[in-house]
């Protein structure tokens, strides 16, 4: 069984700050995810790595893949209020069945 | 493009009886689907997978008999909580796949069983 460690579990940080949330395994991944879900609605899709040392930026939020595939991060610069929600990454493997594995996530909370 | 759907958003029911819910990918054909059960501030619960036209694969400790879930065509899953009690209010969220890594989720439905 493939597991995600994702910390820290809860952040809560004033407006203007930067933060890193990781993502952990000991298993290689052939892509990871990565989702923001607000408060009684589904997971969104930010973005999705695929090759190791892959960087990604989507605004504010930086994307880091692994060099091995095992392990990902993403970067806030200039947290927001409208930031404030739970994080969650997936990873899962390619060839047969995709079923991801989800981190336990974390739970980000921006002051204004 | 992606989007899937899910229908009720919010159901109260009485201990005993069954809720259906729906989930629904509007714009592309669904591959699989998955249900995934979700605690206050939890991460989610992956219950069963569903491919369309086959038996969905429950994860251990879910009770096949209690969560039937039916994939009939490939843009609807359905799954049914049958003789709901009050542990199993919660919020479900179904995604679906056209066979790529990315999965797309619905907006989640809020079961309530008094």
């Known amino acids: 069984t493939q597991l995600l460690e994702q910390s820290p579990q809860f952040l809560s940080i004033q407006e203007g700050e930067n933060l890193t949330v990781y993502c952990n395994s000991s298993s290689v991944f052939s892509s990871l995810q990565w989702y923001r879900q607000e408060p009684g609605e589904g997971p969104v899709l930010l973005v999705t790595?695929?090759?190791?040392?892959e960087v990604k930026k989507l605004k504010r939020l930086t994307f880091q893949f692994g060099d091995a595939r095992k392990d990902s991060s993403l970067h806030i610069t200039a947290a927001q209020p409208g930031d404030t929600g739970l994080y969650l990454c997936?990873?899962?493997?390619?060839?047969?069945?995709?079923?991801?594995?989800f981190g336990r996530g974390t739970s980000l909370i921006v002051h204004p | 493009g992606a989007v899937v759907s899910q229908h009720p958003s919010w159901v109260i029911c009485k201990s005993g009886t069954s809720v259906k819910i729906e989930c629904r990918s509007l714009?592309?054909?669904?591959?699989?689907m998955f249900w995934y059960r979700q605690f206050p501030k939890q991460s989610l619960m992956l219950m069963a997978t569903?491919?369309?036209?086959?038996?969905?694969?429950?994860e251990q400790g879910v009770e096949k008999d209690k969560f039937l879930i039916n994939h009939a065509s490939l843009t609807l899953s359905t799954l049914t909580v049958t003789s709901a009690h009050p542990e199993d209010s919660s919020f479900y969220i179904c995604?679906?796949?056209?066979?790529?890594?990315?999965?797309?989720f619905g907006p989640g439905t809020r079961l309530t069983v008094t």
């Open positions: 790595v695929v090759t190791g040392g």
């Open positions: 997936a990873g899962g493997n390619l060839g047969g069945s995709y079923i991801p594995t």
């Open positions: 995604s679906a796949t056209d066979s790529t890594y990315e999965q797309y």
């Open positions: 714009d592309f054909q669904a591959t699989t």
């Open positions: 569903s491919n369309e036209g086959s038996k969905a694969t429950y």
